[in-house]
């Protein structure tokens, strides 16, 4: 069992010799922590890239779990070929619903309310009143309406939002409300004053708020992207950016780490937070959580949760 934690720091691990278990810690350093032949289990480390998160898949050729600490599984899916067939592939559903739609909020209000341009005022000594947008009586348009999808709702309850509107790849009914399908966002774009992208990266929603997406949102219009930096195309928000005619709040650029000197940096109305979602003081106790339960499901022969693939 291949960790980026170590073992003494979970509480509620198998035992290893309970269970038959051996742990080895790997957080993504040059050396692998024993041969990875024998590695049956393995959780990618948290972070650290797709290059290191695939790099020992080919070797593992007795793999049956490979386990994401994040929601997304884009950085681990261009290995997967590599992987014998019947490998189980989980992701971290329930570790980084109530952060991400914390910053979510945070992202919204701040741009919204001025709070960036504050800030300079308060370097600069400079009192900057006046009129600022409210989030109250605003309608907000969640694109990606998974578990994050939700969390973001949930947390937009209190605000007095005029409309929550939900999309997701396909159409569904909710005890909230119904979800539209991805087909209907040309229609649903121009209503919107908060757009919100939180859907996973897949071909897909790659550059899905592309330059078409961008101009049928209204004018004024903030997009905050919560999801991976290559759902946006970057030099189609830069235009719509820097004509005033929209805003916009990311935690995930394209490219990421967003270089210094991209023009994205001092964008007008661009807010840029360095993809810290889901790097809170709730990640670690939730993914402990995570990681004790799943192994102990696999040492008792249990159905895994979060299963969102099997390699085939």
């Not at 720091?9 to 041969?35: H, K, S």
């Not at 509107?165 to 399908?181: D, F, I, L, Q, Y």
């Not at 999801?227 to 946006?232: D, I, L, N, T």
Request: charged share 20%; proline share 9%; glycine share 10%.
């Amino acid at each position: 069992m291949w960790l980026p934690i170590p073992a003494d720091e979970i509480d509620g691990l198998p035992a290893p010799a309970d269970a038959g278990l051996n742990y080895r810690f790997w957080d993504g350093g040059p050396d692998f922590p024993a041969d990875p032949a024998r590695c049956v289990f393995y959780v990618v480390p948290y972070m650290k890239g797709s290059e290191i998160a695939v790099r020992p898949l080919d070797a593992m050729s007795g793999v049956r779990v490979v386990q994401t600490l994040s929601a997304g599984i884009d950085h681990v899916t261009p290995g997967l070929g590599l992987l014998p067939a019947g490998v189980r592939l989980c992701n971290a559903k329930g570790v980084h619903e109530a952060s991400t739609a914390e910053l979510t909020l945070a992202l919204i209000l701040a741009s919204l309310r001025g709070i960036p341009g504050f800030v300079r005022g308060q370097d600069a000594e400079e009192w900057r009143d006046g009129f600022y947008p409210a989030l109250a009586d605003k309608s907000v348009l969640i694109v990606g309406y998974g578990s994050i999808g939700g969390a973001i709702e949930d947390r937009l309850a209190p605000f007095e939002c005029a409309r929550v509107v939900r999309v997701a790849r396909s159409a569904r009914t909710t005890e909230r409300g119904p979800v539209h399908a991805l087909t209907d966002l040309p229609a649903l774009l121009p209503q919107a004053d908060v757009v919100v992208l939180s859907t996973p990266l897949t071909p897909d929603t790659r550059h899905l708020a592309d330059a078409g997406f961008l101009a049928r949102m209204k004018d004024g219009a903030l997009l905050v992207n919560v999801a991976r930096g290559p759902v946006v195309d970057t030099k189609a928000l830069l235009a719509e950016a820097e004509s005033g005619r929209i805003t916009a709040a990311l935690d995930v650029t394209d490219p990421e780490p967003l270089p210094p000197g991209h023009p994205l940096w001092h964008a007008p109305g661009v807010l840029i937070s360095p993809h810290v979602g889901g790097s809170t003081s709730a990640f670690m106790p939730r993914a402990k959580r995570l990681l004790a339960g799943q192994l102990t499901r696999f040492a008792a022969g249990e159905p895994l949760r979060n299963v969102v693939l099997t390699t085939g």
